[in-house]
């Protein structure tokens, strides 16, 4: 079974400041990652994913996240962020075997304050 | 992006009632449609698959007579909660995939709030 663990609810940060949202998994099987962007009144966007080669991808908007299979962690990070990143953020995994399966995570808010 | 919508956005209804939601893909012809369910704080579980014309694949624990699922054409799933109670009440979402590789984004509805009375 697969599962994904968002260890903060909310985050919150200053205007032009870095942020790191945390994403831990625990699966048996090899999983493919994503991370997902969900803004007041609208669906889940993709941020960015990984699917194989590279373990640091680059995502739409300026972030990036890095999968570290030791860990088993695939944290979201941006370097400096906008008053316009406010949103949930949730972090999802699929299994290679079974792409259409995603697992979530619980979500994290993003407060951007300025 | 490709768009997805949702109809109603919330809705309440009185318990033992019948309640369609509807998932339509806008710009897209989507080959499988996803329903999901989010309680609050909670992430979301994956209730159903369908693919057009075919019989939805339900995931473990959901009652498929309770959320009858409708993959009716290439643009349009419908979700129906019938004889809903107040444990049903709920943030449904669902998504679409233009195809069946892994490569092919799912696109997200913006959800439909339920609240049974």
């Known amino acids: 079974a697969q599962s994904v663990t968002q260890l903060d609810s909310q985050v919150p940060v200053f205007e032009e400041a870095p942020v790191e949202l945390r994403c831990n998994y625990s699966?048996?099987?090899?999983?493919?990652l994503f991370w997902y962007v969900q803004y007041p009144n609208q669906g889940l966007q993709l941020l960015l994913k990984y699917l194989s080669g590279s373990t640091l991808v680059k995502g739409i908007n300026g972030f990036e996240a890095e999968f570290n299979k030791s860990q088993t962690s695939f944290h979201l990070r941006k370097p400096s962020v906008h008053i316009s990143d406010t949103a949930e953020y949730f972090c999802?995994?699929?299994?290679?075997?079974?792409?259409?399966?995603?697992?979530f995570g619980s979500g994290t808010k993003l407060n951007v304050k300025p | 992006g490709a768009v997805v919508s949702q109809h109603p956005s919330r809705v309440i209804c009185k318990s033992g009632t019948s309640v369609k939601i509807e998932c339509r893909s806008l710009d897209f012809q989507a080959t499988t449609m996803f329903w999901y369910r989010q309680f609050p704080k909670k992430s979301l579980m994956l209730m159903a698959t369908?693919?057009?014309?075919?019989?939805?694949?339900?995931e473990q624990g959901v009652e498929k007579d309770k959320f009858l699922i409708n993959h009716a054409s290439l643009t349009l799933s419908t979700l129906t909660v019938t004889s809903a109670h107040p444990e049903d009440s709920s943030f449904y979402i669902c998504?679409?995939?233009?195809?069946?590789?892994?490569?092919?984004?799912?696109?997200f509805g913006p959800g439909t709030r339920l609240t049974v009375l």
């Open positions: 369908s693919n057009e014309g075919s019989k939805a694949t339900y």
């Open positions: 998504s679409a995939r233009r195809g069946t590789s892994l490569t092919d984004t799912q696109y």
């Open positions: 999802a995994v699929t299994p290679k075997y079974n792409f259409n399966k995603f697992y």
């Open positions: 699966s048996s099987v090899s999983v493919y």
